[in-house]
């Protein structure tokens, strides 16, 4: 226990927790007396997943449920103890009722201290509805009927706070693989096991094999394979070599190494992971938000109903079951454990869902705009053609080429640096280096200006560029190299499409998305090649940002539309689209915060995955509801016609919270196989 709050002392925020309304039961914590169901939702720790070190009311919440239970278990125990002498001891006539008062009278403590304090507050809530209830069964010293309806509202309660603490187990395990004390490798070579939580930027950490890296880095010296699956849902290991990035909670498999630390805590795609776990699980749907807003009116309208029973029925027991049954945790409960469950099935995948609003609009994508380079292809280009002007040889342009690509990181630039590197070319030195994205980049070798980028770009820089594309690039990806106003040469490149691609389409089609469009900086013979393989009705080629943007305006129109991209240079096409989902995300902070939706994993098959899920979560959630809400209003009215016991309706009412919970927990499992070929389109 105590070594799990040193974890989140090492690989969460210390800052303040302002998160005190994201528990995982999503119930708005801010006016925790406000929720419908009329529980006191104060329990920080025990609920709470976020996984902060609750320090200071650290214990108080635990010890409240640890509460709870001891109440239900005396209590309960003595109000059944009450029956049983009722019934095998009837002349301890005394005994059994002094039993059952004693129960009572533990078991409805909690229930009407909470109420009590919400009327003090000045807010009339569901509480006061159970507690009346309970209440007036007292009145009627009818101590057994009131132990028992008590008891099944404490164990309702208890079950809720179960359900919440199940979605922070799932962030205590992301925790848990962050590990308490890293090696240090101190400047004069000496090694000294510190804390992780003061590990710095900087700092150098040896990481031996099987152990979890505590902080991101990058390896410094050193190979080996890394187990990703914990942050990317990959469970293929991943072969790392010095340069490369680590990555916080993933695990080193086979070889030592010395990492620089570069993140450490919460700036760690594990620490973004966290975060994002917590923010979708504050963020509210709209259904929720129409429960909240009439919570309010509720709870005087069932007193004024309760009250109108009574005046014509003059039948207490009648009153007391309505007032049992109208307590709508059903309803209350039926979003937030679905969306619970969803999250963290979609985060066991690689996917973060930034806000629960997304997953609700993932559920209504009908149409996909894909970007085309590292999207629907892998985006790992090859050169394989250099074509000089005259006298111009390929080493000249190549060496021209990679000089001003050096710090870019577009897909053309990585081919170009890559073969630049095989061929062990010296590169010259560069200044005033500048990318323009989707158009090209340009620095200054010496005296001359050198542009590398696409064809019309260099037509508007003054420089002249033939109209057409040579032929012999057909079917390549070109870009063109000029040094001051002459044009060196081109380049063509050639591109594959991931494997996923096609299989990922057709699993969309089938999940009831009706357009699939893809929009690409290239040449239009090439986005067609990539098209013609790909069932995509409409291609839209030479594309430059700002016109991206403008195509998903457009499609925006007719269709609720999500916009698939690398969030690095297709970031304003993501934020255009209704649902921007960024690939790749791991260790890439714009991609995380450019998009609505981030993949950890180039795998496509997550977005089919994702609308999957979110539209399973969607029936789900109204599976709920329509089941809490039939469940309410009908026992409401059979409490009204006098067809219903105060017993009877505690005892529902409690299951009815357990079908909720069980039903929500289907989602957990969701994308386990992460094959939807068996998978019915609709969900269940
Ligand atoms: P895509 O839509 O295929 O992802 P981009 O919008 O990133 O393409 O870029 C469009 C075009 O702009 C590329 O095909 C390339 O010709 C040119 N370009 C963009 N960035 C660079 C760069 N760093 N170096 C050379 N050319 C570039
Ligand atoms: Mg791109």
């Known amino acids: 226990m105590s070594e799990k709050h040193q974890h989140s002392g090492a690989c969460c925020h210390d800052h303040d927790h302002h998160h ?32 902060h070190d609750h320090k200071a009311e650290g214990g108080v919440g635990h010890d409240r449920s640890m509460g709870r239970v001891c109440f239900a278990l005396v209590g309960g125990i003595l109000t059944v103890n009450s029956f049983l002498l009722e019934k095998f001891l009837p002349e301890q006539e005394f005994a059994a009722s002094m039993s059952a008062l004693l129960g ?21 809530y569901m509480n006061e509805l159970v507690a009346l209830a309970i209440l007036a069964a007292l009145v009627k010293a009818d101590f057994q009927t009131a132990g028992i309806i008590a008891f099944f509202l404490l164990v309702t309660i208890i079950l809720e706070t179960r359900t919440a603490s199940g979605a922070q187990r799932s962030i205590e395990a992301l925790i848990k693989l962050t590990p308490n004390t890293a090696h240090l490798i101190n400047p004069d070579g ?28 990058v390896i410094a010296t050193g190979e080996s394979t890394v187990n990703q699956a914990s942050i990317t849902g990959e469970s293929v290991p991943v072969e790392k070599s010095p340069g490369d990035d ?54 005087p309208t069932v007193l004024m109903v309760a009250w109108i029973t009574w005046w014509f029925s003059r039948d207490m027991n009648s009153v007391i079951a309505f007032l049992v049954i109208a307590c709508p945790c059903a309803v209350v409960l039926a979003t937030p454990t679905a969306v619970v469950a969803a999250v963290a099935a979609a985060a066991r995948m690689g996917i973060f869902i930034k806000n629960i609003s997304h997953l609700e609009l993932a559920s209504r994508i009908s149409a996909f705009v894909f970007d085309k380079t590292g999207t629907l292809t892998d985006g790992l280009l090859s050169v394989v053609k250099l074509q000089g002007n005259d006298g111009i040889t390929p080493a000249e342009l190549l060496r021209r080429a990679a000089s001003v690509e050096r710090v870019s990181n577009h897909p053309t630039a990585l081919a170009i640096m890559k073969l630049a590197k095989e061929a062990e070319l010296e590169l010259d030195e560069v200044s005033g280096f500048s990318e323009v994205h989707g158009r090209g980049v340009t620095g200054n070798c010496g005296q001359n200006v050198v542009r590398v980028g696409r064809g019309n770009w260099m037509r508007d820089a003054g420089i002249s560029v033939p109209d057409s594309d040579p032929d012999e690039a057909a079917g390549m990806s070109v870009v063109y190299v000029s040094c001051d106003d002459k044009l060196l040469g081109w380049i063509g490149f050639r591109d594959k499409i991931r494997k996923e691609s096609p299989v990922m389409l057709s699993d969309l089609r089938r ?41 998903v305006e457009n499609v925006k129109r007719t269709h609720c539309v999500a916009v698939v991209g690398d969030g690095v240079n297709d ?23 450019s998009a609505s939706v981030a993949l950890m994993t180039n795998d496509l098959r997550r ?78």
Request: proline share 3%; net charge negative.
């Open 511 to 551: 999940l009831g998305v009706r357009y699939c469009a893809m929009v690409t900086g290239d040449r239009q013979s090439v986005a067609d090649e990539v098209a013609g393989k790909l069932s995509i009705d409409e291609v839209k080629a030479g594309c430059l940002p700002e016109t991206k943007v403008e195509f």
């Open 190 to 217: 000496s090694e000294s096991e510190v804390q992780a939580s003061q590990l710095k930027i900087g700092d150098r950490i040896r990481i031996r094999p099987g152990e979890n890296f505590p902080v991101d880095g």
């Open 20 to 51: 005190g309304s994201s528990c995982a039961c999503g119930h708005d914590h801010d006016h925790s007396s406000s929720c419908a169901c009329g529980h006191d939702h104060d329990h920080q720790d025990a609920t709470c997943i976020c996984g």
């Open 607 to 684: 977005i089919a995955m994702l609308i999957y899920l979110a539209k399973k979560s969607q029936v789900i959630i109204n599976q709920n509801l329509l089941f809490g809400m039939l469940f309410v209003f009908g026992g409401m009215i059979l409490s009204i016609v006098g067809m219903m016991t105060p017993i009877w309706a505690a005892v529902l009412h409690a299951g009815s919270t357990l079908i909720i919970i069980f039903n929500s927990a289907r989602l957990v499992r969701t994308g386990e196989e992460l094959t939807l070929a068996e998978t019915p389109a609709a969900g269940e």
């Open 246 to 299: 680590v990555f916080a909670g993933t695990q080193n498999l086979t070889g030592a190494m010395e990492i620089t630390v570069t993140k450490v805590g919460g700036d760690t795609t594990l620490g973004k992971v966290k975060d994002m776990i917590m923010q979708a699980e504050a963020s509210r749907t709209p259904v929720v938000r129409i429960i909240d807003r009439y919570a309010g009116y509720y709870t």
């Open 104 to 124: 009572a009278f533990i078991l409805a403590l909690p229930i009407i201290i909470t109420a009590c304090k919400d009327l003090l507050r000045g807010k009339v």
């Open 571 to 593: 970031a304003p096409a993501l934020a255009a689209g209704d649902l921007g989902i960024a690939m790749g995300a791991i260790g890439s902070d714009i991609a995380i915060n």
